[in-house]
């Protein structure tokens, strides 16, 4: 089954809190972790993986907390994911720099591949703020494999 962690589903609630905030605002992980009724150990890991990914900003001191790095339009669900968890990848030949042994032989790896590209696709397309104010619905724009083996194109 395809399934996010757990936290990188905690990061996603965390990031949609801080862009609640006005841009040069701090806010303390105390209160993210008040605010989200996550533990603050798992808040401050979190927010310390984010910082380190470039997503948000930490200011230390009695007036410090954490901000997003650039505005929730600019931040993918694809970067969310690849800080949490790493790129997106639904088989280890999927991956950017893999070396599978069977790869001379296999006759499934490119179609893994490409569904990799349309997941990570789909991702890129979803920014915070979608997750934040999420619309009705999320166009699809992506090319799928129809039951009789014909590409077909879905636009919403």
Not at 59 to 85: C, K, N, S
Request: charged content about 25%; some cysteine.
């Amino acid at each position: 089954m395809l399934r996010i962690s757990k936290l990188t589903d905690y990061g996603t609630v965390i990031l949609v809190h801080l862009a609640n905030y006005e841009r040069d605002q701090l806010c303390p992980a105390t209160d993210v972790a008040a605010a989200t009724h996550l533990a603050l150990p798992t808040v401050q890991k979190v927010l310390k993986t984010l910082a380190h990914s470039e997503l948000v900003v930490s200011a230390r001191g009695t007036d410090g907390g954490y901000r997003l790095a650039r505005p929730p339009e600019q931040i993918t669900a694809a970067e969310i994911l690849d800080a949490l968890e790493g790129p997106v990848a639904i088989t280890e030949c999927s991956e950017e720099d893999s070396h599978c042994e069977l790869e001379g032989d296999c006759l499934v790896g490119s179609a893994w591949k490409k569904i990799s590209r349309a997941i990570r696709g789909a991702m890129d397309d979803i920014r915070l703020s979608d997750l934040r104010n999420p619309p009705n619905e999320f166009p699809l724009r992506y090319t799928i494999l129809s039951k009789s083996g014909h590409n077909s194109r879905l636009t919403k």
